[in-house]
């Protein structure tokens, strides 16, 4: 009889003990809920400068094939980003381009693009008229350098541009971006629909953040230079991980994929080739 009261006890322990984590659990996953997944941090892009410029390095990888998945090249563009600086500017260094015919074997150093060097501005849509990139060498290489660019000008507004319209989980369709519109005079980029989803929390560099993720299918992409034209489409998607406490971005990751037709001077036959971009933006002391 007394064993039998104890076991009854030690049960009704128990219950109340789960019990109670139970209610203590729901009650803390509410807490979280109410504070973090409700609505992202606002404010405006321009209100984000931070109290020391902050500096970030990027990694854009290019692989080449051919339309039955053959190896053609390969080429890395890295370069270092400061934003955060006085009056809105921002700034490239150590920008450096390397190429590579054998997909095993390690890039080699590259070659650094000088023209790049302490190359300030503010980020606006001025950075896709053609004064914007005077000192950039004519050939075929400067459309790397560029992407640096617009690449990170995309990240950041798809990272702080739109986080008044955002909702855990719910599709946002960017629409003001649809559309064809010039890249500096070399070529046009025509986007066909851009979607941004906040899509949870999580932990970057020590930081609590939320996630973010962006895509953009069949895009059109036609360049046209000196000594190469090309005509295709795009895709890329990506994720970014920002602060909850001060908006800034911690990482990044960009993916995509182009097939285009090719024609270079001097060649008799056009030829199509596919391009994977792997791109990473990682924050530097």
């Not at 060097?117 to 950075?127: D, R, T």
Request: charged share 25%; hydrophobic share 35%.
């Amino acid at each position: 009889m007394e064993k039998k009261s104890i076991s009854a006890l030690a049960g009704v322990l128990l219950v109340s003990v789960i019990f109670s984590f139970a209610v203590s659990y729901g009650q803390g996953e509410k807490v979280v809920i109410d504070r973090y997944l409700r609505e992202l941090p606002k404010g405006e892009a321009a209100d984000l400068r931070p109290a020391s410029p902050q500096k970030y390095r990027m990694t854009a990888i290019y692989t080449n094939r051919d339309l039955y998945g053959n190896f053609t090249g390969k080429q890395k563009i890295t370069g270092d980003y400061t934003w955060g600086l006085d009056d809105g500017y921002v700034s490239w260094n150590n920008v450096f381009i390397a190429g590579s015919n054998s997909f095993s074997e390690p890039f080699p150093d590259g070659t650094k693009q000088e023209y790049m060097e302490n190359m300030k501005y503010v980020p606006s849509s001025e950075m896709l008229k053609e004064e914007a990139f005077k000192n950039f060498p004519s050939n075929p290489e400067n459309v790397f350098a560029r992407n640096l660019v617009w690449d990170m000008m995309s990240i950041e507004m798809f990272a702080w541009d739109y986080s008044d319209s955002l909702k855990l989980n719910r599709k946002f369709i960017i629409k003001e971006i649809n559309g064809e519109f010039n890249m500096g005079d070399i070529g046009t980029y025509n986007h066909a629909s851009i979607e941004l989803c906040w899509t949870g929390i999580s932990e970057f560099n020590g930081r609590l953040c939320a996630v973010l993720e962006y895509r953009a299918i069949d895009n059109i992409i036609e360049l046209s230079m000196d000594q190469i034209k090309t005509r295709g489409t795009e895709q890329y998607w990506g994720t970014t991980w920002i602060s909850l406490v001060n908006r800034q971005i911690e990482h990044a990751e960009m993916y995509g994929g182009t097939i285009q037709e090719i024609e270079v001077s001097g060649m008799k036959d056009k030829f199509l080739i596919k391009t994977i971009r792997e791109l990473r933006v990682e924050r530097i002391n």
